[in-house]
């Protein structure tokens, strides 16, 4: 088992930027491949980005892509979400999600999630 936390949300003016970390705890000796994902207000849950377990690969959503970037810390158990020139749309509850073997975009497909942290992006 592992457990996911993520910090670092809050409220930014448009143009603004944001850092997200997401910390795992708990069988940390096997690292995960992590996944991003948001859910803006009254609306479903979708994908953001992900990276694989040695950060060598990355992905990212069409509507985030040139304005995030996602990167980890394997030795500090933490991954990193940096968010530039955020916009409105952006606003969600932003989730970190974990698993040993899958890699991409399917929100069920990953095992282990954290509780979410709010970012809201308004003038």
């Known amino acids: 088992q592992v457990q996911l936390v993520e910090s670092g949300g809050g409220f930014v003016q448009p143009g603004g930027s944001l850092r997200l970390s997401c910390t795992a705890s708990g069988r940390t000796n096997s690292t995960y491949h992590t996944g991003w994902f948001r859910q803006p207000p009254g609306k479903e849950r979708e994908f953001v980005a992900c990276?694989?377990?040695?950060?060598?690969?990355?992905y990212y959503a069409v509507s985030v892509r040139g304005r995030f970037t996602t990167s980890r810390d394997n030795v500090k158990n933490t991954v990193f979400l940096e968010m530039n020139n955020l916009i409105p749309e952006d606003t969600a509850v932003y989730y970190c999600?974990?698993?040993?073997?899958?890699?991409?975009?399917?929100?069920?497909?990953?095992?282990?999630w954290g509780p979410g942290t709010q970012v809201a992006v308004s003038a």
């Open positions: 999600a974990a698993d040993p073997d899958y890699l991409g975009s399917q929100d069920y497909d990953y095992d282990y």
């Open positions: 990276i694989s377990k040695t950060g060598r690969s990355t």
